[in-house]
T-cell receptor
Framework: SQQGEEDPQALSIQEGENATMNCSYKTSINNLQWYRQNSGRGLVHLILIRSNEREKHSGRLRVTLDTSKKSSSLLITASRAADTASYFCATDTNAGKSTFGDGTTLTVKP | GAGVSQSPSNKVTEKGKDVELRCDPISGHTALYWYRQRLGQGLEFLIYFQGNSAPDKSGLPSDRFSAERTGESVSTLTIQRTQQEDSAVYLC????????????FGEGSWLTVV
């Protein structure tokens, strides 16, 4: 099974609303990263949070990490239609390689 | 180059034929990944190269799949005797090392097996 698993699988909201996506993982991590994928394109890095950090912000993005619950959340505030994409979390362990979840598909309706 | 470059961007092949997909990582990146993504699905790890270490091939789905990397540069993913189930986009990515640095993705090679 995947190291990182996002939920919900799909999320549909109105423009201006906030979108929250969650990621759970199984083993201890060094870092957790969130990526975005527009349909049919490669993934683009959004934000990295290290295992000793609890919260990070980047523009309209807010990421939290709870290592005791082995979970992270990505919050997109004041969503826009252009935020429509799939969002993936990736965890990187001592083994080095990063493992991705199945993603959350976000649809923001204008 | 400026980014991760993959070729071909699209490939249609007949069932049973072999295909070779190429990835040029960002210069200086020691870590290189191959992932497979079927339509509407998540990323499926295939193989990971890190410097001169033995590659992690644990994600290769069958012995029809193989990958090579020349030093810390170009990598090729070869699929022999392609099957329709191999139809997917194959994404290559690279990073500076394996210490939690940003992973940069190419635009992928779309493979359709007919």
């Amino acid at each position: 099974s995947q190291q990182g698993e996002e939920d919900p699988q799909a999320l549909s909201i109105q423009e201006g609303e906030n979108a929250t996506m969650n990621c759970s993982y199984k083993t201890s991590i060094n870092n957790l990263q969130w990526y975005r994928q527009n349909s049919g394109r490669g993934l683009v890095h959004l934000i990295l949070i290290r295992s000793n950090e609890r919260e990070k912000h980047s523009g309209r993005l807010r990421v939290t990490l709870d290592t005791s619950k082995k979970s992270s959340s990505l919050l997109i505030t004041a969503s826009r239609a252009a935020d429509t994409a799939s969002y993936f979390c990736a965890t990187d362990t001592n083994a080095g390689k990063s493992t991705f979840g199945d993603g959350t598909t976000l649809t923001v309706k204008p | 180059g400026a980014g991760v470059s993959q070729s071909p961007s699209n490939k249609v092949t007949e069932k049973g034929k072999d295909v070779e997909l190429r990835c040029d990582p960002i210069s200086g990146h020691t870590a290189l990944y191959w992932y497979r993504q079927r339509l509407g699905q998540g990323l499926e790890f295939l193989i990971y190269f890190q410097g001169n270490s033995a590659p992690d091939k644990s994600g290769l789905p069958s012995d029809r799949f193989s990958a090579e990397r020349t030093g810390e540069s170009v990598s090729t993913l070869t699929i022999q005797r392609t099957q329709q189930e191999d139809s997917a986009v194959y994404l290559c990515a690279s990073s500076f090392d394996n210490a939690g640095n940003t992973i940069y993705f190419g635009e992928g090679s779309w493979l359709t097996v007919v």
